[in-house]
T-cell receptor, first 110, second 116 residues
Framework: GQQLNQSPQSMFIQEGEDVSMNCTSS?????WLWYKQDPGEGPVLLIA?????ELTSNGRLTAQFGITRKDSFLNISASIPSDVGIYFC??????????FGQGTTLQVKP | DAGVIQSPRHEVTEMGQEVTLRCKPI?????LFWYRQTMMRGLELLIY????????DSGMPEDRFSAKMPNASFSTLKIQPSEPRDSAVYFC??????????????FGEGSRLTVL
């Protein structure tokens, strides 16, 4: 079945550093979504990408829809402690159901 | 506007007991999803409804799991009998648009289930 592979699996960084994570698939996705899950909460949509090559920003977050439609990247600039959480990529699969990656866990050291 | 509301937030029960998890979707949303999250398997879709009708329950692990949506503002996920391996966080999510087109889901805060 379709799968989304996220890397890295986890990151431990210093406050103020930039962060980069990615999501890849062996199949094409027409939409790429990035969700964040704060500890003890449900995932919340951060950025949605609908067009190959699209680059979208939301504050310190920037995400790109890969030109091949098989990957996406999320960057966080100047990280702060509240960036801690799990970041999921997601995309609608062939059956219409949303497929989630396994997540990248981010820890930020003040 | 209120978000997706789930109850209980935490449930601790003994193996063999019945567990009922509840969800109130965002008003006006016509899609409702039940997900399970574990460390080993991540986020798994169990079942989803459209206009109160179950559309795909292929993710429901076994017959011990059942879900209902008697009306547009309420859904339940029931486990009977519960087993320790059912311990997980169960999320309800709702959406107002076709998942295929946008994928934007609104999640509740989850129900953390521990089966002893």
């Amino acid at each position: 079945g379709q799968q989304l592979n996220q890397s890295p699996q986890s990151m431990f960084i210093q406050e103020g550093e930039d962060v980069s994570m990615n999501c890849t698939s062996s199949s094409i996705f027409n939409t790429w979504l990035w969700y964040k899950q704060d500890p003890g909460e449900g995932p919340v949509l951060l950025i949605a990408l609908y067009k190959a090559g699209e680059l979208t920003s939301n504050g310190r977050l920037t995400a790109q829809f890969g030109i091949t439609r098989k990957d996406s990247f999320l960057n966080i600039s100047a990280s702060i402690p509240s960036d801690v959480g799990i970041y999921f990529c997601a995309g609608p699969g062939n059956t219409g159901k949303l497929i989630f990656g396994q997540g990248t866990t981010l820890q930020v050291k003040p | 506007d209120a978000g997706v509301i789930q109850s209980p937030r935490h449930e601790v029960t003994e193996m063999g007991q019945e567990v009922t998890l509840r969800c109130k979707p965002i008003s006006g949303h016509d899609y409702l999803f039940w997900y399970r999250q574990t460390m080993m398997r991540g986020l798994e879709l169990l079942i989803y409804f459209n206009n109160n009708v179950p559309i795909d329950d292929s993710g429901m692990p076994e017959d011990r799991f059942s879900a209902k949506m008697p009306n547009a503002s309420f859904s339940t996920l029931k486990i009977q009998p519960s087993e320790p391996r059912d311990s997980a966080v169960y999320f309800c999510a709702s959406s107002s648009r076709v998942v295929r087109n946008t994928g934007e889901l609104f999640f509740g805060e989850g129900s953390r289930l521990t089966v002893l």
